[in-house]
């Protein structure tokens, strides 16, 4: 049972390049989440899932678009990398309400 | 709008005993979590606390108080590999967001 499987661990971007982060998990949660997470910083919520074709903004999601066509995977597109989005981005699922999140291992980008 | 606060910093020494404290304000509220994330990894569950009163797991404890909008976590016989940084985090918009505090970096000395 993987759980919650991001790629790529590591990534370097030029400013303007396009990618995007790859995220799936194998538990049949229906809640997927994106977050960033700043050098010593608290995670922030770029996007979030509560099920297959539905997406909702969360803190920050400029710069940032998603999809959600399957319940196992919710890729993260960056557009039109900047600077700014250089963070270490953490993919995570949930079951039910009561339940804890399942993270992944995260990866890091930077943009230069 | 909705923020947590948390302590920056808590060192303590191996075998003590840690509180830290998280307070709230949010639009909604389904629950207080509590995660642990050592450097260079993802965050890890530790406990939630849906109702008002203590949790108890081992040597890790989480209270909530609702009508304060106030959580801790509690860490007793501290050991070195408990150094890491710590995030409370409630549920928001029915029950749908996590909204994490800052984190608090705890270091376990010798």
């Known amino acids: 049972n993987a759980g919650v499987t991001q790629t790529p661990k590591f990534r370097i971007l030029k400013i303007g390049q396009s990618m995007t982060l790859q995220c799936t998990q194998d538990?049949?949660?229906?809640?997927m989440y994106w977050y960033r997470q700043d050098p010593g910083m608290g995670l922030k919520l770029i996007y979030y899932?509560?099920?297959?074709?539905?997406?909702d903004k969360g803190e920050v999601p400029n710069g940032y678009n998603v999809s959600r066509s399957t319940t196992e995977d919710f890729p993260l597109r960056l557009e039109l990398a900047a600077p700014s989005q250089t963070s270490v981005y953490f993919c995570?699922?949930?079951?039910?309400?009561?339940?804890?999140?399942?993270f992944g291992n995260g990866t890091r980008l930077t943009v230069t | 709008g909705q923020s947590l606060e948390q302590p920056s910093e808590v060192t303590a020494v191996e075998g003590a005993i840690v509180q830290i404290n998280c307070t709230y304000q949010?639009?909604?509220?389904?629950?207080l979590s509590w995660y642990q994330q050592h450097d260079g990894g993802a965050p890890t569950f530790l406990s939630y606390?849906?109702?008002?009163g203590l949790e108890e797991t081992g040597r890790f404890s989480s209270f909530l108080s609702r009508s304060d909008s106030y959580g801790y976590l509690l860490l007793q016989e501290l050991q070195m590999k408990d150094s890491a940084s710590y995030f409370c985090?409630?549920?928001?918009?029915?029950?749908?967001?996590?909204?994490f505090g800052p984190g608090t970096r705890l270091s376990v000395l010798p």
């Open positions: 606390n849906a109702l008002d």
């Open positions: 985090a409630v549920r928001d918009n029915y029950g749908q967001n996590f909204v």
């Open positions: 899932s509560v099920g297959a074709g539905i997406t």
């Open positions: 949010t639009s909604g509220f389904y629950g």
């Open positions: 538990m049949n949660h229906n809640y």
């Open positions: 995570a699922s949930l079951d039910q309400y009561n339940s804890p999140l399942h």
